[in-house]
């Protein structure tokens, strides 16, 4: 089976967050159950650096007035199809916004764009290969989906995953003219979106399947509360909607042998975790301490509940604990934080930024990882943290509720407790959380079986993919996909 997977982000080679990381590692992952994908995915300076033997296959004169060609080649182990567009995506800083944080004026016309000619390969542009399935993911990618629609191709089913509806493609209408899509596409049952342009609502409306990254999320979103404008959509696709949580790369995070780490370790011997601890405080400028070492990497961001955390950390401070952040995000928060480092030295460090090197060094050296969003699709963060035996404390939403399982009393005296959930998602109940943290510390036996206990977790992609590859063959059979168009 050949997978057409669109995607504006991909790691090692171009990310701002999970997606990337799901983008990277499910196509290794599908290999086990017989599957190839090519992924496609804008020609960034690192991605047509990293190419290996590539070829160019078409050419573009005038790709919403800019000159581009579609490239075929491998980087990192991956089969790609890029769209070397300079005039589009040769820009020096982060993905979609400038140095300063603002968001590229033409980003409407860059996926745009980018996704047109995913719908043409989808439909052969390249010659001697089609795909079975194409796979969009998230709003930058997702009218792909749409173009595919309005160019009468129903031969290749069309699978789009919404990493996190908050982020919905959302531009003004006077756009819509220039998206050579006909006029009957500007519509409820189309692109139309409050009156504005909807990508990530386009793609919703075209997808033949909708998937989301966690069965939790996929509940959530059919409410107001988290359906962000378009729970009615998701309502009305309800029957299309599937919730499959995400893994992690097992290779790329795997404490016994990454490169990132000074001092390797795994469950048979979970000791050597402890000198991580000391490299990690020192990199900070923070003393060696006996108390806990609390961290968060994390956007900061109000979803991610930052502001949370920044108006909290006095409570780790107060018990002789350290926090140590690593992120980017609102100027405010980031703001708030430095100046928690000014005001505690001696227990708080933070990086403003984001360093996949320091991330590493954050999960093998802390001893717990806080997450407080107030609304997670799926989350990897705490998926790392259970590979490298750093407690997740999380907000119980969305996929943390799924991946963690709560230390309460019949969960640890059952030893399959693997971290902290907390509710209510505010201040109060992160103060809560951060106690009882903080007592189960102290009881050195009870940490160390919730540290073991999370490293045996499986975070892998092994049963995700299975079920990837299982929706992919039901699109593929006749009967089932009149069953699902009914």
């Not at 997977?5 to 990310?15: C, D, G, N, Q």
């Not at 982020?167 to 009957?184: D, H, I, K, S």
């Amino acid at each position: 089976m050949q997978i057409l997977s669109v995607t504006a982000e991909i790691f090692p080679l171009a990310k701002t967050g999970g997606l990337a990381d799901v983008a990277g590692s499910l196509p290794k992952a599908l290999q086990a159950h017989g599957i190839h994908t090519r992924s496609f995915v804008p020609g960034y300076p690192g991605v047509v650096r990293a190419l290996s033997e590539a070829s160019a296959i078409t050419e573009f004169d005038n790709l919403f007035g800019e000159r581009a060609t579609l490239l075929a080649g491998r980087a990192q182990g991956l089969d790609l199809f890029v769209l070397d567009a300079p005039g589009f995506y040769n820009r020096q800083g982060p993905l979609y916004t400038d140095t300063h944080g603002r968001e590229y004026a033409d980003n409407w016309k860059r996926f745009a764009a980018f996704s047109l000619v995913g719908s043409q390969i989808a439909r052969g542009l390249v010659t001697n290969w089609r795909p079975d399935v194409i796979h969009a993911h998230d709003w930058h990618a997702a009218m792909s989906l749409l173009y595919l629609k309005y160019a009468g191709d129903d031969s290749v089913p069309r699978v789009l995953t919404v990493h996190n509806l908050a982020f919905r493609g959302q531009f003004p209408a006077y756009y819509f003219p220039e998206l050579g899509l006909p006029a009957e596409a500007y519509s409820i049952d189309g692109v139309e979106y409050y009156g504005d342009i909807g990508f990530l609502k386009g793609g919703l409306q075209a997808a033949d399947a909708i998937t989301v990254v966690s069965p939790t999320y996929a509940r959530e979103v059919m409410s107001p509360a988290f359906g962000m404008g378009l729970e009615g959509v998701m309502n009305e696709r309800h029957v299309d909607v599937v919730g499959i949580v995400n893994g992690i790369d097992l290779e790329v995070w795997d404490p016994s042998s990454d490169p990132y780490i000074e001092h390797h370790y795994s469950t048979r011997v979970p000791l050597r975790r402890l000198p991580n601890r000391q490299v990690l405080l020192r990199h900070f400028g923070l003393p060696n301490t006996c108390g806990p070492v609390f961290a968060s990497v994390n956007r900061l961001t109000w979803q991610k509940g930052m502001d949370l955390l920044a108006a909290t950390a006095d409570e780790i401070v107060r018990n002789g604990g350290t926090l140590i952040v690593h992120g980017q995000g609102d100027e405010a928060l980031e703001a708030a934080f430095m100046d928690l480092m000014r005001r505690y030295p001696q227990n708080v460090g933070v990086s403003i930024g984001y360093d996949e090197r320091l991330a590493h060094r954050i999960h093998a050296g802390a001893d717990a990882m806080l997450v407080p969003s107030r609304f997670e699709p799926c989350g990897l963060t705490q998926l790392y943290a259970l590979r490298y035996g750093c407690v997740p404390i999380v907000a119980r939403t969305g996929g943390l509720s799924e991946t963690i399982i709560d230390a309460n009393d019949a969960a640890l005296h059952a030893h399959v407790a693997t971290g902290i959930q907390f509710t209510p998602i505010d201040k109060q109940g992160l103060r809560l959380a951060l106690r009882r943290a903080l007592r189960l510390y102290r009881l050195r036996r009870v940490w160390e079986g919730l540290r073991r206990q999370g490293m045996k977790t499986d975070c892998s992609w092994h049963r995700s993919a299975a079920r990837y590859a299982e929706l992919y063959s039901e699109l593929l059979n006749p009967d089932m996909r009149l069953v699902r168009s009914a």
